[in-house]
């Protein structure tokens, strides 16, 4: 018995068994989309919204709005933000930070008051943070364009020009 055992270890070592087809290679990745996916946006603890973002105002007379909310531009609106802009280094207090704000908000607003037929019933109007958020390292604002409180009609009708 022995003998078997050992003849038919040499002929499983000088025979080796027949090979097994390769198997089939795995199909190919779906290629990358063309375009990159969008990176998660930015969170704030205040309001900030994308330029050409219509808005109501919670602070304007009459608002049935208790915090800045985005509508439609066709719909009737109290702003319309025109731009982001990022406060500088140094701000140490509320006030200087709503005065850096409406500094860095100006060129803006004089630019999109023109597009409309200059003068108006615009004001400047950015959504100012507190300076417990710019201690915080927020730096970002959006500024905005409101119709002057008084004028009529009250409310924008359509995104600007």
């Given at each position: 018995?022995?003998?078997?055992?050992?003849?038919?270890?040499?002929?499983?070592?000088?025979?080796?068994?027949?090979?097994?087809?390769?198997?089939?290679?795995?199909?190919?990745?779906?290629?990358?989309?063309?375009?990159?996916?969008?990176?998660?946006?930015?969170?704030?603890?205040?309001?900030?919204?994308?330029?050409?973002?219509?808005?109501?105002?919670?602070?304007?007379?009459?608002?049935?709005?208790?915090?800045?909310?985005?509508?439609?531009?066709?719909?009737?609106?109290?702003?319309?933000?025109?731009?982001?802009?990022?406060?500088?280094?140094?701000?140490?207090?509320?006030?200087?930070?709503?005065?850096?704000?409406?500094?860095?908000?100006?060129?803006?607003?004089?630019?999109?008051?023109?597009?409309q037929g200059g003068g108006g019933p615009f004001?400047?109007?950015?959504l100012v943070p507190l300076s417990t958020f710019?201690?915080?390292?927020y730096r970002d604002v959006s500024c905005a364009?409101?119709?002057?409180?008084?004028?009529?009609?009250?409310?924008?009708?359509?995104?600007?020009?």
């Amino acid at each position: 018995m022995a003998a078997l055992v050992v003849a038919a270890a040499v002929v499983a070592l000088l025979w080796p068994a027949p090979k097994k087809p390769a198997a089939a290679p795995p199909p190919p990745s779906p290629s990358p989309s063309p375009s990159p996916s969008p990176s998660p946006s930015k969170t704030y603890p205040y309001a900030f919204f994308a330029p050409g973002t219509c808005l109501l105002a919670p602070w304007v007379r009459n608002s049935p709005v208790e915090a800045y909310t985005a509508i439609p531009c066709d719909q009737p609106h109290d702003s319309e933000t025109i731009a982001n802009v990022v406060l500088p280094e140094g701000l140490t207090d509320d006030h200087s930070v709503i005065q850096a704000t409406l500094e860095l908000c100006k060129p803006g607003f004089t630019d999109a008051q023109q597009r409309q037929g200059g003068g108006g019933p615009f004001v400047n109007s950015p959504l100012v943070p507190l300076s417990t958020f710019y201690q915080q390292g927020y730096r970002d604002v959006s500024c905005a364009v409101t119709v002057r409180e008084g004028q009529e009609p009250r409310k924008m009708t359509g995104p600007l020009k």
